[in-house]
């Protein structure tokens, strides 16, 4: 079992729509939890990190965490064509420094 | 400098070669990670470096691989006898401290092992 699961995809939305990413970890005592966007060719970048069971929202995008059953998704609100790329769900155990564990990533495309 | 930079972008080599990768973090930036990315598979920890020292190298794959840091500043990744299994792209990534968890990514090194 990878430590951290992710759906490959690809996901297509329509653009508008809301597009839903999820994750799973193994590992109960992982602390904080993060979304990155990578788009092809490019270097990921961090768009939404959470740390206690809830949502998160920051614009567009809404990070989900449930502790208990150790899943992590983000939702993105009225998807765009520039929204596609890969995103990676990265979980940090031991805390104290960026040690991510990360998943394999989502490939989502938004078509117009 | 602006961002993360990382050289050469793309590297081609001979089975049993040494490479040798640079990074140059973010000016200030205290905390230097080193990431590899396989093909279809998510980024994989290498090394964590808090200033000059590294603290963490446990997932360097084999004594193959080494890095170092110099001046808090550059870090080199090396490789010697490289295998075809070592074709990946290198990520280096800096924060601006040990505990800020804003990791910022360079564009990485393209490895390819024939």
């Known amino acids: 079992q990878k430590e951290v699961e992710q759906n490959s995809g690809p996901l297509s939305v329509p653009e508008g729509a809301i597009a839903s990413l999820n994750c799973t970890y193994s590992?109960?005592?992982?602390?904080?939890f993060f979304w990155y966007r990578q788009y092809s060719g490019k270097s990921p970048e961090l768009i939404m990190s959470i740390y206690s069971n809830g949502d998160k929202e920051d614009g567009r995008f809404t990070a989900q965490l449930n502790k208990a059953s150790q899943y992590v998704s983000l939702l993105i609100r009225d998807s765009q064509p520039s929204d596609s790329a890969t995103y990676l769900c990265?979980?940090?155990?031991?805390?104290?420094?960026?040690?991510?564990?990360f998943g394999a990533g989502t490939r989502l495309a938004v078509h117009p | 400098g602006a961002g993360v930079s990382q050289s050469p972008s793309n590297k081609v080599t001979e089975k049993g070669k040494d490479v040798e990768l640079r990074c140059d973090p973010i000016?200030?930036?205290?905390?230097l990670y080193w990431y590899r990315q396989s093909l279809g598979q998510g980024l994989e920890f290498l090394i964590y470096?808090?200033?000059?020292?590294?603290?963490?190298k446990s997932g360097l794959p084999s004594d193959r691989f080494s890095a170092e840091r110099t001046g808090g500043s550059v870090s080199t990744l090396t490789i010697q006898r490289t295998q075809q299994e070592d074709s990946a792209v290198y990520l280096c990534?800096?924060?601006?401290?040990?505990?800020?968890?804003?990791?910022?990514f360079g564009s990485g090194t393209q490895l390819s092992v024939l």
């Open positions: 000016s200030g930036h205290t905390a």
């Open positions: 990534a800096s924060s601006l401290s040990r505990t800020n968890e804003k990791l910022f």
């Open positions: 470096f808090q200033g000059n020292s590294a603290p963490d």
């Open positions: 590992d109960r005592v992982s602390q904080s």
């Open positions: 990265a979980v940090n155990r031991d805390g104290g420094y960026n040690k991510l564990i």
